[in-house]
């Protein structure tokens, strides 16, 4: 048993404690994701779940490549 936190295995706040282990990190703010961590799978690399708190629904379209279309001419004619 640990010492200091008193847990087998450590808990997390615990300077003994391993350090998690990175997977990936993310091609926008280039911070590791951690395993056991939610992130959004992109053809441009991996996108955090802080990265996508983030972001607006505009961001978010225009970093996935994605366009909003103008609305044009009459649905009545
Ligand atoms: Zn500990
Ligand atoms: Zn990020």
């Not at 010492?3 to 706040?13: A, G, K, M, W, Y």
């Amino acid at each position: 048993m640990c010492e200091i936190c008193l847990s087998t295995p450590c808990r997390s706040q615990c300077p003994n404690a391993p350090e998690p282990t990175p997977v990936l990190q993310c091609s926008r703010c280039e911070e590791d994701i951690f395993e056991g961590e939610q992130y959004l799978c992109l053809p441009d690399g991996p996108l955090c779940e802080t990265c996508l708190d983030d972001m607006t629904i505009y961001e978010f379209l225009e970093f996935t490549g994605e366009q909003l279309s103008r609305a044009e001419g009459s649905l009545y004619e």
